[in-house]
Each structure stands twice: as structure tokens, then as C-alpha cells.
């Protein structure tokens, strides 16, 4: 699976990006996915998870009932809608598939990762 991420950006505080992970590869619809971020100097850090089939999903603490998680498998292609963007949400952006459900959490267990897209928010 090839992993491709875009949608960030710069935007104020407040402010609303969607970021998408368009795979390449017939194996798309049956990998567990996630979205994890890196700021300067921190260890990557997780966001959110989706399972194969879209129907479990799985935040961290400080962007749920902000970021949504989506993914469409008729075009391969993983969402992640950030509304009420905070400063401390600047980072690169990478997306990831290839985990077992239960390490969705940790990077390490993710065996392809996009990219990364940068995402800047000024107060």
C-alpha cells in the first residue's frame, strides 16, 4: 500500500482543514488506518484511528469532538476533518495503515505511512 496525504495548510485559530490519505493497491479496504502528527522536536504523536470497515473509531483525548475520521474504500481514499483548530495542533501530519486494531495507537506498529502534510494554525 502507497500512502499519499494532503489538505494541510495554514489557517487561523478556530479555523477548519481537511486532510485526506489517497492509497494506491487493492489491499486498501482491508487495512486498519490512522492519523498521527509530529511537531518540531516531539515524538510522533497519535490522532485518530479508523478500522477496515469505518465502523470502529478511536480519538485521542484532545481532539475529540473537534477531528473526524472518515474513510471511503469505493475510492481508497482516508479523511480527517479538523474543525476548532487550535495552535497546538501545528504539525506535520502523517497518515498510516497496516496495524493491528488493538496498536492503533502506536506508531510503530503501522507498516506504511504517507508523506506527511504540514498543518500551521496562528493564534
Known amino acids: 500500500v502507497q500512502l499519499q496525504a494532503s489538505g494541510g495548510g495554514s489557517v487561523q485559530a478556530g479555523g477548519s482543514l481537511r486532510l485526506s490519505c489517497a492509497a494506491s493497491?487493492?489491499?486498501?479496504?482491508?487495512?486498519?488506518m490512522g492519523w498521527f502528527r509530529q511537531a518540531p522536536g516531539k515524538e510522533r504523536e497519535f490522532v485518530a484511528a479508523?478500522?477496515?470497515?469505518?465502523?470502529?473509531?478511536y480519538y485521542t483525548d484532545s481532539v475529540k469532538d473537534r477531528f473526524i475520521i472518515s474513510r471511503d474504500n469505493a475510492k481508497n481514499t482516508m479523511y480527517l476533518q479538523m474543525n476548532s483548530l487550535k495552535s497546538e495542533d501545528t504539525a506535520v501530519y502523517y497518515c498510516g495503515a497496516g496495524s493491528d486494531w488493538v496498536k492503533a495507537a502506536n506508531y510503530r506498529e503501522y507498516a506504511y505511512w504517507g508523506q506527511g502534510t504540514k498543518v500551521t494554525v496562528s493564534s
Open positions: 493497491g487493492r489491499t486498501f479496504s482491508s487495512n486498519n
Open positions: 479508523i478500522n477496515w470497515s469505518g465502523g470502529v473509531i
